[in-house]
């Protein structure tokens, strides 16, 4: 006899193919769960079955030949399992049962005769498949080997939703990373295409400036002013949209043990520092391991970040590294400079968030870059400060 199909047969099967697990390849969490489930009642056969529309398909098999991953649905058990999602089904003898007594599975390998199945149902309702075992001859369970056999078909329906959740994490990172690449790739192509003609405005506006300053008039020297500054801010955003988009991609290189002190050193030197100012490295810790151009990229950006903003005509600023207790690194960047009020902390971290600290003015994109490393190596920032007491940012680096 073949099995009744459900009112809710089509839902039951885009369930069942959400959770990406057919044609899967066998895993030990599943085998081990089938014998377990053949130990307890003592039979040579033991399944987890997932009912497909035109098959059965078989997740774990103990007692069946490797190559026998499937049967046609009209022949199993477990179609008619899955009709009732709330109740085992026991089949003492299939040979006395009018559903199963013409059935080729029966009298044909892999001869069932003793069939018990708990159906596997997901959180929505839908019976899926079932967890059963199969007897070569008649035989009756215990309510106790009923009451196991229950247990472990609940931890089959856990291991199916693991699964599906990693599927769905995975096709959602996969969606993020497309996005993140196409938007990478569409930041730098804007950002490029814009470079032309805000070079062009501030070439003219220099011919101008050049030329014609005798007939502008004060008016006139005002608004070119205004269009030099105005070329010169727009000139500093597509450079961090550029910067900004190209961030993680180095971390893509491997991670290193590098030196500390080194690294501070290579930043102050491409930042072009010269006295007064100064950087001085004051941490036990001499090497770390995480992407040397990563953590180059950050110390350059903070340490630029506070000679930008400093009040000092000689600004200090002191990198420390301590050991984590968790393990890795706490990594800190301390300024004397005027510091940040409490309500534009957070807004520091934010893509082009607009500052003004005493006469200094940006338009912030270095501090993105570096919650963006960090964040992408594993780790988080952080800062504290207060006006007139100096910033301090500090950083994870995780082992």
Same mark, same amino acid.
């Given at each position: ?38 130990? +307890? @009642?003592? $039979?040579?056969?033991?399944? +987890? *079955? ?21 049967? *046609? ?58 967890? @059963? ?35 769905? $994490? ?27 003609? +805000? ?61 500390? +002190? ?27 391991? $995480? ?26 600023? $002191?990198?420390? @590294? ?39 003015? *940006?338009?912030?994109?270095?501090? *993105?870059?570096?919650?963006?490393l960090v964040t992408s190596l594993g780790g988080t920032i952080r800062l504290s400060s207060g006006p007139g007491e100096g910033t301090t940012f500090t950083f994870d680096l995780p082992a």
């Amino acid at each position: 006899m073949i099995a009744p199909l459900s009112e809710d047969e089509d839902a039951r099967l885009d369930n069942l193919r959400q959770y990406g697990i057919l044609d899967t390849l066998p895993q030990q969490e599943y085998d081990d769960l089938t014998a377990l489930a053949a130990e +307890i @009642c003592g $039979t040579p056969v033991s399944l +987890i *079955s997932l009912v497909d529309q035109d098959r059965q398909w078989f997740k774990s098999a103990l007692g069946f030949r490797p190559e026998q991953t499937e049967t *046609s649905r009209d022949l199993a058990f477990c179609a008619h399992n899955i009709i009732e999602p709330n109740q085992t089904m026991v089949v003492p003898d299939a040979r006395l049962d009018p559903r199963f007594k013409d059935n080729a599975l029966v009298h044909d390998d892999p001869n069932v005769i003793f069939y018990a199945g708990v159906p596997l149902v997901s959180p929505e309702g839908h019976a899926l498949g079932s967890l @059963c075992v199969i007897d070569r001859k008649p035989r009756e369970l215990s309510a106790h080997q009923l009451d196991l056999l229950l247990r472990l078909g609940r931890q089959a329906e856990k291991l199916l939703e693991l699964h599906r959740s990693l599927q769905t $994490t995975r096709h959602l990172l996969h969606v993020r990373d497309e996005a993140n690449a196409q938007l990478r790739d569409f930041s730098h192509v804007i950002a490029h295409d814009l470079k032309a003609p +805000i070079r062009n405005i501030s070439q003219a506006t220099h011919l101008l400036r050049e030329d014609y300053s005798d007939r502008l008039g004060d008016d006139g020297q005002e608004l070119l002013d205004l269009v030099a500054q105005s070329t010169t801010d727009a000139t500093y955003m597509i450079e961090g949209v550029l910067q900004y988009s190209q961030a993680t991609r180095a971390l893509l290189q491997a991670r290193e043990r590098i030196s500390m +002190i080194n690294t501070v050193e290579r930043a102050t030197r491409q930042l072009a520092l010269h006295a007064p100012h100064s950087v001085s490295y004051i941490g036990t810790v001499t090497h770390v391991s $995480t992407s040397p151009i990563a953590l180059l990229q950050i110390f350059q950006n903070l340490i630029g970040n506070a000679l930008k903003f400093s009040d000092k005509p000689a600004c200090r600023i $002191t990198v420390d @590294c301590v050991v984590r207790a968790a393990g890795g690194h706490t990594v800190s960047v301390h300024d004397d400079g005027p510091g940040i009020p409490p309500e534009q902390q957070e807004a520091v971290f934010r893509l082009f968030h607009s500052s003004d600290r005493g006469s200094k003015r *940006s338009h912030g994109v270095g501090l *993105s870059i570096v919650r963006r490393l960090v964040t992408s190596l594993g780790g988080t920032i952080r800062l504290s400060s207060g006006p007139g007491e100096g910033t301090t940012f500090t950083f994870d680096l995780p082992a």
